[in-house]
């Protein structure tokens, strides 16, 4: 049994062992110039994956760019200068002088591709080979495993981290794939672009065209030898592709008893196995060779990509080769024997039966029987060719092709000054750092859309996955485009702080702008320099961030005072009430809210009109970044029963720790929902702790509870409050789910002549009168009046 002479243990030390030439050429990387047009490619599996096609089409289209490919030996040099390339070897001195002249610099699995010493400078494209269903990078323990102790481990976690932040572009398949490259690289989104895989353009035009199809079968039975002479032209082509363990044994090897079956399997249903390791690793199949069962290793075939056309059937456990082949629309079998193990060492992004559609083999005679019925039933063999398109959908944004012309575009751009990637008026909106579209920069949008239909409407995100408002542009976080557009725009329209995203991009107000911090609420906690124990570096920080802004939005008098105090800030404060709290103060019929407002509301979330509605919408805490949920909201909707749907609405800073309750069929999880107000509106009960939320569900006169178990805690030992919140809550303070329910059954039983409810109404109304006195529907046109007579707007 052979098995591959690299795994992650040893590349990382080889990392390690390094750092004194990575910051020797570092230096060098200063004082030597990058040709625009000085090209290099490379790629760990040799001449290919998505890296052949994107020079291919540089060289049609570009005839003055100066292609180098970087090779590991003459064989790769071979094929290298059949396509025109300039071979240089990767390793040595002409690779890094070629690597340090380069303008553009193009790998398909790491810096490594290239010569890793002479990047720095450079515009680095990193396409990468595949897209990612096991867990990469810093995502996955085994991929940055060394031996010693935790001061090595951090050193090498930080060099991950520097030769990510060395990468201008990474390219994705799709949304999906996007969202995994961005959390294993720890990169910006902008970093990270939906293009395509360049890798796929060949087998999209094989999707396409049945001769080019055809083709690719025949090249691919030639690859065989002699071997090809035995595959008939009506016989069915199995492709069994196993990924890579690190170096360990491939646990999928069969058996002699197997072997048996799988060869008499192959001879019933006419059928040939070409087993195609990865080439990284390689598990001892040659005994199973024979009539039908044929090897098909790098030697032979450096990328088998280009000829998946040519293959009826994939079998595969967890390598990426499955979504590529997905895009044929044919058959996938996913076999996985040691699913379990490989899960809890390398890991998935998602449970492999979620990939493959709910059918994970674990046997060799289960894969048999698998084949048999794909070959036998046809209603089998359709539903596997739906699920095979269900998988492409997923992975491919553009299963049309054109992927390297779209990456050629995109490293164009990443070359034009950034003063030239916006033009005209524009004003720039985000949301709590870009996680969403909403709060008072929403409200805003609208009004200035409104008023000043001319000006271009950028707005801050995060994901593809968001929407911004019609007519709203939006630009990826991290991006060259945002950068330009900060850079660019008269106004900022911003509710926390400018942050420069993980590449550290520090904001710098310029002559001419003017920045509006709206913020996110009433303050109940303090904030900013408020806070207990703030030290030095962190009150430098708050002074340094609210000198970029040229004015601040308040809500009432209370957050005026508490901005001046928090933040330091001595700019002017607009005190006109939320924007975004206008739709809550027009859905008003005096004390009640309109019927037709509650069911849109309700119809948002996915709600019955007639459901009794709970909302729980609790803070962050500073002492970890979990999802709160001291009320246990799946334990809460059982004791309420079936009458009562809950609807839980957790902080933005709590989203990436998990959703709220799992399965239940009664627990709506409402926190990416883009307008809390949906939630407010639809909502007969509000559960709280100490979020700003009660300041807006006042406005809707929501009854409200206040499920508050470490009140003492928190107002003494973590945040404190900047009012006495005990005495002024317009609400009951409870600290058991029991109290809770009590409350809610009251409610649906009494409504408002509920005990409690009645309670506490005189709190409830002196509370309006305190922090909602100028909510009346119409902040937002009293700010964008106020921004246009400043000159921010016009």
């Known amino acids: 049994m052979s098995t591959a002479g690299f795994s992650f243990a040893s590349g990382n030390l080889a990392k390690l062992l390094a750092l004194p030439k990575y910051l020797l050429s570092l230096l060098v990387s200063w004082v030597v110039p990058r040709g625009r047009q000085r090209w290099v490619f490379g790629s760990g599996i040799g001449v290919g994956e998505g890296a052949l096609p994107l020079a291919r089409a540089l060289r049609d289209s570009d005839p003055a760019a100066r292609i180098v490919w970087l090779v590991a030996d003459e064989a790769e040099a071979d094929l290298a200068r059949a396509e025109g390339f300039l071979a240089v070897p990767r390793i040595g001195w002409a690779g890094y002088w070629h690597t340090l002249r380069a303008g553009t610099i193009v790998v398909t699995h790491g810096l490594g591709d290239a010569n890793r010493f002479g990047v720095t400078g450079a515009t680095v494209v990193q396409l990468w080979h595949g897209a990612p269903l096991k867990r990469l990078h810093l995502d996955s323990p085994v991929t940055t495993a060394v031996r010693g102790p935790a001061i090595v481990r951090a050193l090498l976690r930080r060099m991950y981290l520097a030769g990510a932040r060395e990468v201008d572009l990474f390219v994705a398949g799709s949304v999906l794939a996007a969202e995994r490259l961005r959390s294993a690289f720890r990169v910006d989104p902008g970093k990270v672009r939906v293009l395509g895989d360049p890798r796929d353009d060949e087998l999209a035009r094989q999707a396409r065209d049945p001769k080019a199809a055809a083709d690719a079968r025949a090249r691919l039975v030639t690859a065989l030898g002699d071997a090809g002479s035995a595959v008939g032209d009506n016989e069915t082509i199995v492709l069994y592709a196993p990924t890579w363990r690190d170096g360990e044994p491939d646990p999928a090897v069969p058996e002699a008893a197997e072997i048996a079956t799988i060869r008499r399997t192959l001879a019933d249903i006419g059928a040939h196995l070409i087993i195609r390791s990865h080439p990284l690793g390689s598990g001892a ?369 709590t989203h990436a720790f998990g959703r709220y309750g799992g399965a239940s069929a009664r627990v709506i999880d409402a926190s990416q929902h883009p307008d809390v107000n949906d939630v407010i509106l639809a909502a007969d009960l509000l559960v709280t702790d100490y979020s700003s939320i009660m300041f807006d569900a006042s406005i809707a006169q929501l009854p409200m509870l206040f499920f508050v178990p470490d009140l003492a805690a928190y107002r003494d030992r973590e945040r404190g409050f900047t009012f006495d919140f005990e005495r002024a809550a317009p609400g009951p303070l409870l600290s058991r789910r029991a109290e809770v329910v009590a409350c809610a059954q009251q409610l649906a039983e009494f409504a408002s002549d509920a005990a409690w409810v009645r309670s506490a109404e005189p709190a409830a109304a002196a509370w309006r009168a305190r922090f909602n006195p100028h909510d009346d529907g119409g902040a937002s046109a009293r700010v964008v009046t106020a921004l246009a007579e400043r000159g921010a707007l016009g």
């Open 285 to 653: 199949y040659e005994p199973l060779t024979g009539e039908r069962v044929h090897l098909l290793g790098a030697d032979r075939v450096r990328d088998i990509t280009p000829l998946l056309g040519g293959v009826d059937i994939v079998v595969t456990d967890y390598s990426s080769l499955a979504i590529d082949f997905s895009l044929m629309g044919r058959p996938i079998v996913w076999f996985a024997p040691d699913l379990e193990r490989y899960t809890a060492s390398r890991g998935l992004y998602e449970p492999l039966e979620v990939t493959s559609a709910g059918r994970v083999d674990r046997s060799w005679a289960d894969v048999t029987r698998r084949l048999s019925e794909l070959r036998g039933n046809p209603l089998a063999h359709r539903a596997a060719q739906s699920e095979a398109r269900v998988l492409a959908a997923r992975f491919h944004a553009h299963p049309e092709g054109g992927a390297a012309q779209r990456v050629l575009a995109e490293i164009t751009a990443l070359r034009t000054p950034l003063r030239e990637l916006v033009t005209g008026e524009s004003v720039f909106f985000e949301s709590f750092y870009g996680r969403q579209v909403s709060c008072n920069p929403l409200a805003l949008d609208r009004e200035i859309a409104a008023r000043f239909p001319a000006l271009t409407r950028y707005w801050s995100v995060t994901s593809e996955r968001q929407q911004v408002p019609e007519g709203g542009v939006a630009l990826l976080v991290g991006g060259r485009e945002w950068l330009a557009a900060r850079r660019t725009a008269r106004l900022l329209v911003v509710n926390d702080w400018l942050h420069g995203g993980l590449g550290g991009n520090r904001f710098r107000r310029r002559r001419g702008q003017t920045v509006l911090q709206t913020w996110h609420g009433t303050m109940l906690k303090h904030l900013a320099l408020g806070r207990p124990r703030v030290s030095l570096r962190t009150r430098l920080a708050i002074r340094r961030e609210s000198s970029r802004w040229s004015l601040m939005l308040s809500q009432n008098p209370h957050s005026t005072e508490q901005f001046r105090a928090s933040y330091a800030f001595r700019g002017e404060i607009l005190e006109t009430g939320y924007p975004r709290d206008d739709r809550l103060a027009k859905a008003m019929l005096g004390s009640e809210r309109n019927p037709i407002a509650v069911r849109s509301a309700r119809a948002a979330l996915g709600i019955a009109p007639n459901a009794r509605v709970l909302a729980y919408a609790p803070t962050w805490r500073d002492g970890g970044l979990t999802l709160v949920d001291e009320l246990d909201v799946r334990a809460l909707a059982e004791e309420l029963g079936d009458d009562w749907t809950i609807v839980a609405r957790g902080h933005t800073r």
